[in-house]
Structures are given as structure tokens and as C-alpha cells.
């Protein structure tokens, strides 16, 4: 009896999180449906709520708006409004620092969150899987002994939150996963374990452990 009941949660645990997961992110991009007009807003007209029409709303603004961007009179609107933005002391801030990241992400440029690492955290004999968000800042870099990276140690079952350090960049091991096999592993605790990508990725661990 134990056996089944097992059995049964393990098929339906995960199916029901990621239903549930889908459902949230499908009923937030709902929300970009109040933009429009309430005359012709779907729930108004059919007289009760389809789930996903606003997820197609929100994809064809986002794409609409890559599209306009693109040319040169959709640059010259964005300049302008970032110049708009710029004036307005408190939003200026957030704004900038927003793109700042989100740039660094979605550009594809540099090697923010696309290097996996081993660090030691939280002591020297243990060792944490964490993502390099880049190298030292000028100010921070000239500061330090030596070559110093920025890593993000996330939380494990939750991701999105973690720890930030900077480590001496002798003293990480790269590892040869990609980040959403590296990801898995966090979420599932050690669960799923990941899978190489073909290449040997220098391994320094000698040499990091002779240093402790």
C-alpha cells in the first residue's frame, strides 16, 4: 500500500507544481488584457474568462516592440524616452539599474550567468554550486590582493534567492554544465544531476585545496 501511495505522489507532486507554476505565470501575463479598451476586452464581450489571452497579448507587445525598437525611428523614441527618464530622480535609479541587469542577461554579451562554478561556501571544506556574474569592478579589483570574479550562490528549493561574493577566480572550478542543468540540480536538491556538454573544463581543485 505504501508502495502505491509512493508511486502515485511522485507522478503527481511535480505534475501539479508545474501546473500550478504555468497557471501563475499565465494569469499575471492575463493582466496585460486591461490595457484595452473595456468595450472590447475578451472577458466583457464573451461574458466569462479564457486563460491565455492575455499570455498572447503580452507576447505580441513584447515582439511588436523588439520589432519597432529594431529601426531607426523606434531607437531614436527609445533614446528619447530614456532621456525622459533620466529627469526624474527616484524612477531614473530603478530604471538604470534594472536595464543594467537585464542587459547583462538578455544581451548575450560577456559571461554573466553562463559560467557554472564550484565555490567553497559556507567553509572551506564544503563546496557550493554557484553562477560567475563577472569580474571585480575597477574600484572593488584594485582593492584585492588578487583576481577576484563575482559568483551568485543561490538557495536550494529556491533559486531566485542566494548569496553574492566575490572569490579569487584561482580558487573556483568551472564546471561543464549549462545553467538549466545546473539549475535542476539546485531545485531538486541533488536530485536530477546534470549532464556534461562534451569538453573538460579545467579542473584546479589540487591546487585550491593546498591552498587552505
Not at 511535480?14 to 504555468?22: E, G, S
Not at 546534470?194 to 589540487?206: D, E, F, I, V
Request: proline content about 8%.
Amino acid at each position: 500500500m505504501k508502495k502505491y501511495f509512493v508511486t502515485g505522489l511522485l507522478i503527481w507532486v511535480p505534475l501539479v507544481i508545474t501546473l500550478w507554476v504555468m497557471s501563475a505565470i499565465v494569469r499575471l501575463m492575463d493582466q496585460s488584457l486591461v490595457l484595452l479598451p473595456q468595450a472590447i476586452q475578451p472577458e466583457r464581450l464573451l461574458g466569462f474568462y479564457i486563460p491565455g489571452l492575455g499570455a498572447i497579448l503580452t507576447v505580441g507587445i513584447v515582439l511588436g516592440t523588439g520589432l519597432v525598437a529594431t529601426n531607426i525611428i523606434g531607437q531614436k523614441l527609445v533614446l528619447y524616452w530614456e532621456k525622459v527618464l533620466l529627469n526624474i530622480p527616484v524612477v531614473k535609479s530603478i530604471y538604470y539599474s534594472v536595464k543594467q541587469v537585464s542587459d547583462t542577461l538578455f544581451s548575450g554579451n560577456g559571461e554573466s550567468f553562463r559560467k557554472v562554478l564550484l565555490v567553497r561556501y559556507p567553509h572551506p571544506e564544503a563546496w557550493s554550486v554557484a553562477f560567475m556574474t563577472g569580474n571585480a569592478a575597477r574600484p572593488i579589483a584594485e582593492l584585492l590582493p588578487d583576481e577576484h570574479v563575482g559568483v551568485f550562490i543561490p538557495t536550494t528549493p529556491s533559486p531566485v534567492n542566494g548569496f553574492f561574493f566575490f572569490v579569487r577566480k584561482r580558487d573556483v572550478i568551472e564546471l561543464d554544465i549549462s545553467v538549466d542543468d545546473a539549475l535542476k540540480y539546485i531545485v531538486s536538491m541533488g536530485v536530477v544531476p546534470p549532464t556534461t556538454r562534451g569538453r573538460a573544463a579545467p579542473n584546479p581543485l589540487g591546487r585550491a585545496q593546498n591552498e587552505f
